[in-house]
């Protein structure tokens, strides 16, 4: 744990050699990173191998998939994958849950995704459980009785959502709620309020929701060299979630022109992200830079922070400079003022 008490955590993309993901977890857990997680965006490999490989290399740290897709897959198989990487780490597992994008491409329009994801989430307790209660849902039924073979537990899930009623349920039966794609301050105290709603309704704090940002991080020596490359990596998930973002003012051209530069230049879409957009969705710069981001981020009331891929022009390089350089800047919130003085 740095000096701050915040959770600092990598988010890998599984697109890595055999190997590469043990390497790195090894890498995250000797300069104290409090955990890794893949992703699990469409169309990229399966998350389960690397994290058993990560789980096999790594003694400390904590793992887990940001999100899974109960719309691509089974809430079963989720929850059977999640015990297995439970086991292999020797209880270092959570599970996460998230709706998605990109889903059109492949014949899928979720119609309720919160209903959906509501579902998803009691099945997978029920399941993971081990006592055989069941669970009865509008799209997922797990009959009375059925219990995995192997030994499991109820594991700390994490939804993954930017908009209201996501931090609502989030608030209902969740431990975390991330908001991938953001580096923005601002919305944390909306998130806060939104998990209130939920909590309510269970008659929990919203306190017990830790909060989770996550975003593109690309840091280098090279202020520069860092920013363009952010600016290439965040411009397609920009597209998805900069209107979700209701703390943000976007220039009015901005999306439609950065939607046709994706479709005809891809490479160089990112060069019309303006630098105070950039810093909303993006870790990007010099060590300065992402730990004064950091740093903003952890006075505003984060729970965790998670760096996410490519962190750098190398990833290894990148990982190198954020843990040696980054973590020890980082320190406790400044003080809130009382109010009324």
């Not at 701050?4 to 090894?26: C, E, H, N, W």
């Not at 060069?271 to 105070?276: E, K, S, T």
């Amino acid at each position: 744990m740095n000096e701050s008490g915040v959770p600092i955590t990598l988010g890998l993309q599984t697109d890595k050699a055999r190997g590469s993901y043990a390497r790195l977890a090894v890498l995250a857990e000797e300069l104290d990173f409090s955990g890794v997680s893949v992703f699990s965006d469409l169309l990229y490999q399966s998350s389960i191998v690397p994290l058993i490989e990560m789980a096999w290399a790594t003694e400390r740290i904590r793992l887990g998939c940001a999100c899974w897709n109960p719309f691509t897959l089974h809430p079963y198989e989720i929850a059977n994958q999640a015990a297995l990487l439970d086991a292999h780490s020797g209880g270092r597992a959570y599970v996460g849950l998230a709706r998605g994008s990109w889903l059109g491409a492949i014949g899928l329009q979720p119609t309720r995704p919160v209903e959906h994801l509501r579902d998803a989430v009691g099945f997978i307790d029920a399941l993971l459980e081990g006592g055989g209660r069941g669970y009865e849902g509008k799209t997922f039924r797990l009959d009375e009785g059925v219990r995995l073979v192997s030994p499991s537990r109820r594991l700390p899930i994490l939804i993954g959502s930017w908009g209201p009623r996501g931090a609502a349920l989030a608030g209902e039966h969740a431990d975390e709620i991330k908001i991938g794609g953001c580096a923005n301050p601002d919305m944390i105290p909306v998130t806060r309020e939104r998990l209130r709603v939920g909590a309510a309704r269970a008659g929990r704090s919203a306190e017990d929701v830790g909060i989770v940002l996550g975003a593109v991080t690309v840091i280098d020596r090279d202020r520069a060299t860092a920013r363009r490359a952010a600016r290439r990596e965040v411009a397609m998930y920009l597209d998805v979630v900069a209107e979700l973002d209701p703390t943000v003012e976007l220039p009015d051209d901005l999306l439609p022109a950065l939607r046709q530069r994706l479709a005809e230049d891809r490479d160089h879409a990112g060069a019309l992200i303006p630098d105070d957009i950039l810093d909303r969705f993006a870790f990007a710069g010099d060590p300065d830079d992402i730990a004064a981001q950091a740093q903003g981020l952890i006075d505003a009331g984060v729970d965790r922070i998670e760096f996410g891929t490519p962190h750098g022009i190398d990833e290894a390089e990148g990982i190198g400079l954020l843990g040696r350089e980054v973590l020890p800047r980082l320190r406790p919130p400044a003080p809130r003022p009382t109010p009324g003085r």
